[in-house]
């Protein structure tokens, strides 16, 4: 029996590969407002359903940048308690508020949600790692990944989005331009921003389980699967991490923290391990990669990201895009002037810089990077 496409899919659907992202870094370090994010991931609306949207922004906090800036999700006054208590215990708060949002119709049952900038006493790490007798200060970012990741599987009700410093993530359930709306984030200004509008599949839609993921400095916003979840998973508690967001794009913040923080591998090969190439590929490389890829693919095989995916992620240094092996989700890349932009779609890019100077896609596992100018790996 003679059949045509149109039978199989209505005409007015769209195969949008699910969730869409779009991020943009001024290397320059100049900063504009959030209008032009939110109209970004806006103009791509239709690949998100409305359970999840979420933003990362880095340069926000400058009067605070030398402390840690914690977002956190309440259910209610009393989870609120239990979390402020365990903050204070552990880290000196110097400012602490309520997150500033506005009405917005589509934003349904928001939790409570606060920020505070917080100071590590000398004496609450000398305590938490007694074996250091030099360079204590060191152990700084080390603290602050225990206890939020002790608040967010211990401490009921209680969810810690974002700790970083000058950088935070706002992010819940609904329509990603309506989370930026309700978080006022035309009113904030910044270098770096990313944004992803979710359409979750084998998890829930949550308010913390939205994009982006952090931990640190670290944030992640992702389209696709990450098949390997599971041996991601086992890999990573290994190291101490506690997996415990319900959602497969964890696994990628974390393994970035393991890769870049703790062992301070550049991004060039923090790129190679996420996303490494085929045995067959690195069989017939010359030498000395040969070499090399085999290293990384015995050193950290775990660490290694299988599935159709192709996320961006963000650094108080700058952004990197990735996508999978086979690039089985679309990344687009292009600059203009001392600005790099990366999106699921080449249109929400133009949305907001109509004239480019080069737009290119990257290979499958070819990764983008841009930093701005002061970085210094």
């Known amino acids: 029996m003679a059949w045509n496409l149109s039978d199989v899919i209505p005409y007015n ?59 956190v999700m309440y259910d209610d006054n009393y989870s609120k308690a239990q979390g402020e208590n365990y903050i204070k215990d552990c880290f000196d708060v110097i400012y602490e508020e309520q997150m500033p949002t506005r009405q917005n119709a589509g934003i349904k049952y928001p939790p409570r949600l606060f920020r505070y900038f917080v100071n590590i006493a000398d004496t609450k790490l000398a305590h938490e790692f007694p074996d250091v007798l030099d360079n204590l200060h060191e152990y700084k970012d080390e603290y602050v990944l225990n206890k939020v990741m002790h608040i967010n599987k211990n401490i009921n009700g209680v969810f810690v989005v974002s700790s970083g410093k000058n950088m935070g993530a706002f992010k819940g359930v609904g329509e990603a331009h309506d989370i930026g709306d309700f978080f006022c984030l035309d009113n904030y200004k910044a270098h770096t921003w990313l944004a992803h509008s979710r359409f979750p599949t084998n998890t829930p839609g949550w308010w913390g389980g939205a994009h982006p993921f952090t931990m640190l400095d670290y944030s992640v916003v992702h389209n696709g699967e990450i098949s390997s979840y599971g041996i991601n998973k086992r890999y990573l508690e290994s190291f101490g991490y506690e997996c415990t967001m319900r959602t497969d794009t964890e696994v990628v913040a974390y393994a970035v923290d393991l890769l870049k923080r703790r062992h301070n591998l550049p991004w060039e090969l923090v790129a190679k391990v996420l996303a490494s190439p085929f045995w067959k590929d690195i069989d017939i490389m010359d030498e000395d990669n040969r070499a090399l890829y085999t290293m990384l693919r015995v050193s950290y095989g775990g660490a290694l990201l299988n599935g159709p995916f ?68």
């Open 13 to 71: 659907e769209k195969d949008t590969s699910g969730c869409g992202l779009t991020a943009f870094i001024n290397c320059d370090g100049s900063k504009v407002g959030g209008r032009a994010i939110i109209d970004s991931i806006e103009h791509i609306r239709e690949r998100g359903n409305g359970l999840g949207g979420g933003f990362a922004v880095y340069g926000l906090y400058d009067s605070y940048k030398e402390q840690y800036a914690f977002h």
């Open 310 to 377: 192709a996320f961006v992620i963000g650094f108080h240094g700058g952004m990197v895009a990735l996508s999978d092996r086979v690039k089985l989700r679309p990344l687009v890349a292009a600059r203009k002037g001392k600005t790099i932009y990366v999106s699921s779609e080449e249109a929400s890019i133009r949305k907001i810089q109509l004239e480019l100077d080069e737009v290119w896609h990257p290979a499958a596992g070819e990764p983008v990077f841009a930093f701005l100018d002061s970085y210094v790996e």
